[in-house]
């Protein structure tokens, strides 16, 4: 009785309650305060809220989570709608604000409050929530809130369907704006009710997808099952366009796994569409228990040219006219079959094998592993190639600084050149900036660079398929090159086209004094191709007492290595402000030791004489000679033949020759004969022998021509005309010594000869005149010269007192008197001692006499001693040139005129010494320190070091004369050298080499 009581109340408080009791809902909410913020909200709210954000895979964005104190609607977080993964590109310029929430158990209503977070508190725009069931239809009224920026969070939209079928929701802004959520709340059927159906949806359609010709595109499809679905769902697809196929993995999709992935397929050859196809994927569940009918999507398709014309990475760029086709997972793989490609400014063009050349643009790498390829560097007018073979680039890891080229180098036993040169390495870096470094190490082994053995040198160019090749800086610079009677110091050659370079150099030409100027260079196909420069007003000896005043010069190389030009050469001393020689003409030079020069030109003495047809001759030895065809004349003298002579530094010179001589007397029986002259740093002098006596002229570089006796320069003694000049009379007494050899009167008359008379001792009487104008007899020359001149000349005059007298025909202006002078006589020996020699000498001594002692020889004068000294002796060192015998000349000059050139000794000269083969040469080696030393046999040569290292690397260094080691730095134990030294002369000719090699390790 009790039991049944008390079951009945509880019946009873259950009607008295409204028994059946109301179903009570469940509701979940999120409120985004456990999330850090930023983080990324996908299925954090799976378990605890039955919720799902897909994301951009289905629709819309992943709400992230931002931090809003002041404006959350609880807490500090709020969740924003509007973050786009991938930018304008994934998801377009002008997007809205989205995402969409999936259940999975179907909810009775969803609602959420929204706000504008942080946004212009003037703006204020409309954000919407929809909600769909199953099959996508939309459940309810949208519902819509206008929200302000910055404000507080509190519009609460709120969608229900009372029947418990809402499967997804949209939250919705038209914009992008700083749209966000927060407290989203979905009520849930009562536990207690019976559950709903078994339902699902599909999600993942594209949206639109293209399929490159000749590969697939996958598209994954997602099974989101609700209340409880479970089973297979079978998958089809309709609406394909021609030449697509597709596939599901896996189909069906049972259990409660839901996922697969559909692939479309455009086979190869396919025609590219321009239209899109729709595609129907149709979900069918197996029975009830996955869902109550079949669910679909659709998407857009279409097939795509499979034609890139760029793939680009960090690090690359390439380009074609042709096609990369893609393939492979992700189609990271760009493929390109017999076509040339434009990677950072080099051209990559197939030869043989499969012809293809496939980048990565995922692993970075660039590879033809069955194919050659020809690389070059694009440039106009031709291309620059510098590397044959496989290509096998890898360009993985992090970090952006240049990086080495892998699979493009110098290959063991390949020829190759870049610009017309042989190379021996080549480096290749790509940049970050998608541009090519190219380095090649050069090796000119060439004249000039290859007379001390071939030098290597490098030098890099940037190019890139915006800009070409950049020949900015592709410049070769070598320090220093020695080469016979040449030393180039700063060649600085830039690359121009076509293999040539040109650019500047130092040019020091090896002279007894060094000459440095400045010359333009050129390389062209791989070879010397010119040497020249030009320039004037240099005034620069070259030698003692010899000046370069203008050079202009090329080097040519057959059929002899030869320099030829023009140059202006001057030597001696200067005379009366005048260069004693000057020669300009054209040059031919012999590039030897010595170096010797040869020019044809014209050439003048003192600045006054010209020697026509004229040669030179100089040498670093120091010879300058020269010579040619003389017309001159010598006031009463007139000579015409060929003339040679040679330059001493400033203290001599000579000039002389076998010539024709005639004095210009009216009514000579015989006017011309065998004459000689003499020109030197004194003057010019000039005679003639006429029957047995020597009749002449000469003069200083700043006076004029006299007549002159016997070749002997004794100065003239002006006597002062007798009063009344016009009429006959005394012209004046002379008293002469004993043993005069001869003596000589000179008159000249205005407007004619005068005739005169000649009184001496013992009564000798000698008369020339117009009825007796030339007397020739007993040791007496007299003439009446066409000059208005009157001349007599006495051979061994007796002593006593000569009187002249004019016989008035013509006014006197002058009266001179002349003595004759003893024969100069020197001798002279020479002894040796060593290498040097000793001259000793002992000489007449005439007043107003010196005297020049010369060595001279095949290729030598060189000026030993001038003096007027009795007897001496100086010790000296034999002139450089050719062995043999050396004359000793003595050129006598009286009175500052020349008068006379004797040969008084000779002596036999050695060859000039060369450099012997260098002894003891060895290579040690301390760290990355290499020593090398050796010995000299021969002191006073410098000596050149050629280094030559296994990766083809050379280079020659010069040491002092008083060196004998060379220390190299920074050389790895890993590294041989193999090394050859040998001497060097003033003029760069080689002596023997000696060799020795260096192990590594």
Known sequence: MRG?????????????????AAAQAVV?????????????????????????????SDYGFLPVVRSAPGQAHSGTNVADFNTCVGGTDACGEFRPALTRGRFSTSAKAVSVVVGYYGGDPSVTVP???????????????????????GAPFTQRLTVTAPDARIAYFNLYRQYADDVAMDDLAITYPDPAEPPPPADFTISGGPGVAEVLEGTSTAVPLDITRINGSAGDVNYAVSGLPPGITAAFAPNPVGGSDTHTVLTLTAATGAAAQVDYATVTVTATPANAAVGPSPRTITFLTRIKQNCDRTVSFTYVDARTDGCFHKFGDGLHQHEIVNTTVHINGLNFTPLDGDRDLVIDDDKKTIKSPNSTFAVTIASSPVDIPIYTGTIDMSFAGSGTGPRDVTGIGLKAGQALSVAGLPVTGLGVQFNSSAQTVVTPTFKLDFWPFNYLGAITTSTSLTTSNDHGASFSSFDLKIPKVEALALTLTNVSLHYQDSGTWSGSVTATLNFAKKLTIGAGFGIKNGDFDSLSASVGNLNTPIGTGIYLQSLGFAIQRTPALMLSGSIGVSGGPSVAGKTAVSVNGTLKATLADPFVIEVNGNAKLGGKFQIGQAFLRYSSFGLFEFGGSADWSLGPLGVNGSVNGWVAGLSAFDVEGQLQGCLHIDYLPDPCATAKALVSSIGIAGCVDVFGYGVGAAAT?????????????????????TAGGAQAGSLGAVAIPYGLPMAAWQVQGKGGPPGVTLTGPHGRTITVNKANPYIKRDGVVAGLLEDGTTFVVVKSPAAGTWRLRSDGTFPVSRVRYARGLPKPHVSAKVKRSGTRR?????????????????????????????TSARRGS?????????????????????????????????????SALKPATPKRLKLTRKGTRVTISWTAPRAGFRHAVHITLPDGTQTVRIVSAKQRSLVLTGIAKTVALKVSVRGLTAGNAKGPAASASLKAG
């Open 4 to 20: 049944r009581l008390g079951a009945g109340i509880v019946i009873a408080v259950l009607l008295v309650l409204g028994a059946p």
């Open 28 to 56: 979940k909410t999120v409120s985004f305060d456990d999330l850090a913020a930023g983080t990324s909200v996908s299925n954090q709210y799976a378990a605890s809220a039955g919720v799902t954000f897909p994301g951009q």
């Open 127 to 149: 954000v919407e929530l929809s909600a769909y069931d199953a099959s996508g239809t939309q459940v309810g009224t949208t519902q819509t809130a206008d929200v302000t920026g």
């Open 701 to 721: 570089w700043s006076g004029d021509f006299d007549a002159f006796t016997g070749c002997d320069l004794a100065p003239w003694r002006p006597q002062k005309p």
């Open 838 to 866: 000793t001259l000793s000498w002992s000489l007449t001594p005439i007043a107003g006499q010196k005297v020049s002692f010369v060595e001279s020889g095949k290729d030598v004068h060189h000026a030993i001693k001038t």
């Open 874 to 910: 100086i010790r000296f060192t034999p002139a450089q040139g050719s062995a043999g015998v050396r004359k000793v000349q003595a050129l006598v000059s009286q009175d500052g005129r020349p008068r006379a050139k004797i040969t008084v000794a000779s002596f036999r000269a050695a």
